[in-house]
């Protein structure tokens, strides 16, 4: 029978020791668990959870303090806003977000730690193996997505996430999360189409209609995004036949 590998980014001061209670109390949940402690969930960055899928890991976990809980005050908030982000990612690679899993776990709840385990390992055999390793566009996609994730504005996002959704700024104003939500899928989607622009013509110079052909995106958008790569000395062009070709600057970094 298949059995999905699982990995855990539990935080030290609740989560973990909720795991360590279940193991105490002698609760029975499968073994497909295998942790990494964090001293907060709020240091797990996107790209830790990125790789993990990437490297062909069938679901994570991320658990931590229930919110208002938190060791470090207000980590687990920038939790909450890190797994949407991570979340949205997922979903614009066409990755089944049931793989990711956030839990709020105090040290007290060893047989909650233990039915969630067990439910999620449930669910994963339902869902089969991760495709990751056998799917040559999915690996490239998650190349994409983990490019994408050192965007300025994406983390800037990752940092102010809270601060903008959440606590009013010094005149009275914040973001709904809705706004934020919308904010967030346009960002990712348009960082996502300047990372394939720029690994397509990283070799070979194309015009934008060649680009807008391949990628399935209108010209007109295509040569904005050009028109951005190049004031960001991302991207050089040169005229042929009458027509500008666009190929990676030079000495541009992955």
Known sequence: MYDPKILGFLCNWCSYAGADLAG?????YPPNLRIIRVMCSGRIDPNFILTAFERG???????????GECHYISGNYHTKYKFLITKKILEKIGFNIKRLRLEW????EGKKFADMITEFTEELIKLGPSLVKSDRNL????SDAKQICSDFRLRWLISRERDLVEIENAYGEKISEEKFKKLLDNIIETELIKVKILNLIEEKGLSAEEISSILKVPTEKVMEHLIN??????????????????I???GEVK
């Open 105 to 108: 776990i105090s040290a007290a």
């Open 248 to 250: 990676k600057e030079v």
């Open 24 to 28: 105490v109390s002698r609760f029975n």
């Open 139 to 142: 690996i490239k996609h998650f």
């Open 57 to 67: 890991l069938d679901g994570v976990l991320v658990a931590g303090c229930h919110p």
């Open 229 to 246: 790569l190049n004031d960001e000395h991302k991207v050089a062009f040169n005229i042929r036949n009458k027509t500008a070709v666009f």
